[in-house]
Each structure stands twice: as structure tokens, then as C-alpha cells.
């Protein structure tokens, strides 16, 4: 069936003025320079973590329900057009853990050391 050739322009201005106008941004950096995903608060690392792993879009939204579908799609395809950028982002995101673990290891919290004594009378 073929529709009126002015309707279809009508529609494809349309389209393309969408398009133009609102940009999806799949990716953003928060103010602590974590990247995470649509407008939640998903870190970017947890979906890169999943893809890698070989999970599926579908089992990945289900995993964050936070995200729709089309936010996961879009931080994968972001990932893919940008995995030097993300390959550095992770490993900065790792030396702050390392470094959290260390300064935890060094002081403990109060717990913690109520729990190793416990565990050190036991044995």
C-alpha cells in the first residue's frame, strides 16, 4: 500500500527533527566522575561486567530493573564505539577500591574487630 508522498514527507521531517532535537545520552558522568547508566544510578561498570560475561540485554534489564531495555542496549552500544575510553575508566575505578580496601584493611571498623576477636577465641 503506498501511502501520500506528502504525508511521508510530513512524517520524515518529523523524524528528523526529533532525532535532532533530543539526543539520547545512555552514558553520564556523575559529579564523582562515575559513569552510570540513563538516569539511574546503575554504574556503567556493573552493565560492561554482565555484557562481558556473556549475558544478554534482556537478562541484564532484568538483572537492574532500574534501566529499561533501551537504556541497557544503548550503554552496551556506547561501551563498544568507546572501549578505550571505558577500558581507562575501569582501571581508575579499580585503583579507588584498591585504595578504599586498603584504608579499610588498615583501620577497621569496631564490628569488625568485635568479630575477629570472636573468631580468634574460637579457634
Same mark, same amino acid.
Given at each position: 500500500?503506498?501511502?501520500?508522498?506528502?504525508?511521508?514527507?510530513?512524517?520524515?521531517? #518529523?523524524?528528523?527533527?526529533?532525532?535532532?532535537?533530543?539526543?539520547?545520552?545512555?552514558?553520564?558522568?556523575?559529579?564523582?566522575?562515575?559513569?552510570?547508566?540513563?538516569?539511574?544510578?546503575?554504574?556503567?561498570?556493573?552493565?560492561?561486567?554482565?555484557?562481558?560475561?556473556? +549475558?544478554? @540485554?534482556?537478562? %541484564?534489564?532484568?538483572? +537492574?530493573?532500574?534501566?529499561?531495555?533501551?537504556? *541497557? +542496549?544503548?550503554? %552496551?552500544?556506547?561501551?563498544?564505539?568507546?572501549?578505550?575510553? *571505558?577500558?581507562? +575508566?575501569?582501571? #581508575?575505578?579499580? @585503583?579507588?577500591?584498591?585504595?578504599? #580496601?586498603?584504608?579499610?584493611?588498615?583501620?577497621?571498623?569496631?564490628? %569488625?574487630?568485635?568479630?575477629?576477636?570472636?573468631?580468634?577465641?574460637?579457634?
Amino acid at each position: 500500500m503506498k501511502q501520500d508522498p506528502e504525508y511521508e514527507d510530513v512524517m520524515n521531517e #518529523r523524524t528528523e527533527q526529533s532525532v535532532a532535537q533530543s539526543p539520547k545520552a545512555y552514558v553520564h558522568v556523575d559529579e564523582c566522575g562515575v559513569m552510570g547508566v540513563g538516569t539511574s544510578r546503575v554504574m556503567l561498570d556493573s552493565i560492561v561486567a554482565s555484557f562481558e560475561h556473556g +549475558y544478554s @540485554a534482556e537478562t %541484564i534489564q532484568q538483572q +537492574y530493573p532500574a534501566l529499561s531495555l533501551e537504556e *541497557v +542496549y544503548g550503554a %552496551i552500544a556506547w561501551y563498544l564505539a568507546h572501549t578505550e575510553e *571505558v577500558t581507562q +575508566y575501569l582501571r #581508575r575505578q579499580q @585503583a579507588v577500591w584498591d585504595q578504599w #580496601r586498603a584504608k579499610a584493611a588498615e583501620q577497621p571498623s569496631p564490628v %569488625i574487630q568485635r568479630l575477629r576477636a570472636l573468631q580468634a577465641r574460637k579457634a
